[in-house]
């Protein structure tokens, strides 16, 4: 099966980055994708050969997300932007949190997803077409204890996806999607064992995928979910 979609998409080494990529490519979709891990990108430049890419990149620094997308836009503007990449805070109260732990998780959550869509996203303008997918959380639209910046982070994603969507031309959408919740590294991070009862990232990929591929212009500006997630 082949689609010809082109697709970019952040934090795709690891999670759900990993269950996407390979959806993705099993749908004939061409991929290029990031993430922050050198080994982890080498990893998948090996199984995942041309016409897919992937590159180490920091979404955090604008030098290497605008060099990444420049060697990128030269084959033209993707199809689907898919902002995945995220980070999470150990469990803790507000107080407690280390200063450089929280603003990690902002500087990737929030400012990491607008350096890529400033770079990306003029092109998909330019020719009024595409689906940006903003990755928001079940904690992007509720609240729990101990996870305070994470959810402020999320939840910050959402109100930037619909500011986004009223910026962009018709005939395109931006999205915030909330994933559910998966047996990731990152819930592992707040739940410890517990996470293992939840779906893992291949069996939600198998429902995300189609769903992803699915959203068009009239979803612009929805807060969606994955079904059954």
Same mark, same amino acid.
Request: aromatic share 8%; net charge positive.
């Given at each position: 099966?082949?689609?010809?979609?082109k697709?970019?998409?952040?934090? *795709?080494?690891?999670?759900?980055?990993? *269950?996407?990529?390979?959806?993705?490519?099993?749908?004939?979709?061409?991929?290029?994708?990031?993430?922050?891990?050198?080994?982890?990108?080498?990893?998948?430049?090996?199984?995942?050969?041309?016409?897919?890419?992937?590159?180490?990149?920091?979404?955090?620094?604008?030098?290497?997300v605008?060099?990444?997308?420049?060697?990128?836009?030269?084959?033209?503007?993707?199809?689907?932007?898919?902002?995945?990449?995220?980070?999470?805070?150990?469990?803790?109260?507000?107080?407690?949190?280390?200063?450089?732990?929280?603003?990690?998780?902002?500087?990737?959550?929030?400012?990491?997803?607008?350096?890529?869509?400033?770079?990306?996203?003029?092109?998909?303008?330019?020719?009024?077409?595409g689906?940006?997918?903003?990755?928001?959380?079940?904690?992007?639209?509720?609240?729990?204890?101990?996870?305070?910046?994470?959810?402020?982070?999320?939840?910050?994603?959402?109100?930037?996806?619909?500011?986004?969507?009223?910026?962009?031309?018709?005939?395109?959408? *931006?999205?915030?999607?909330?994933?559910?919740?998966?047996?990731?590294?990152?819930?592992a991070?707040?739940?410890?064992?517990?996470? *293992?009862?939840?779906?893992?990232?291949?069996?939600?990929?198998?429902?995300?995928?189609?769903?992803?591929?699915?959203?068009?212009?009239s979803?612009?500006?929805?807060?969606?979910?994955?079904?059954?997630?």
């Amino acid at each position: 099966m082949s689609n010809g979609l082109k697709i970019v998409l952040t934090g *795709a080494t690891r999670g759900l980055g990993a *269950a996407m990529l390979e959806g993705f490519a099993a749908q004939g979709c061409v991929v290029h994708g990031c993430g922050s891990n050198a080994d982890g990108v080498a990893r998948l430049t090996k199984s995942y050969p041309s016409p897919h890419s992937f590159t180490a990149v920091d979404v955090t620094k604008p030098d290497q997300v605008n060099r990444w997308a420049a060697e990128v836009l030269k084959s033209g503007a993707p199809d689907l932007l898919a902002n995945n990449a995220a980070v999470i805070h150990s469990p803790g109260k507000l107080w407690d949190l280390p200063s450089p732990e929280w603003k990690r998780v902002f500087d990737v959550n929030v400012i990491g997803l607008v350096e890529v869509c400033r770079a990306f996203v003029p092109a998909m303008v330019a020719r009024r077409k595409g689906v940006i997918v903003n990755f928001s959380s079940t904690w992007g639209r509720s609240t729990s204890p101990d996870v305070s910046l994470y959810c402020a982070s999320k939840f910050a994603v959402e109100g930037l996806t619909k500011s986004l969507a009223q910026e962009l031309p018709q005939g395109m959408a *931006a999205v915030a999607l909330n994933p559910g919740v998966i047996a990731t590294d990152m819930l592992a991070q707040v739940f410890g064992a517990a996470a *293992a009862s939840y779906p893992s990232p291949s069996a939600w990929g198998r429902r995300a995928v189609p769903f992803i591929l699915g959203l068009k212009a009239s979803d612009n500006g929805a807060s969606a979910n994955v079904p059954g997630f």
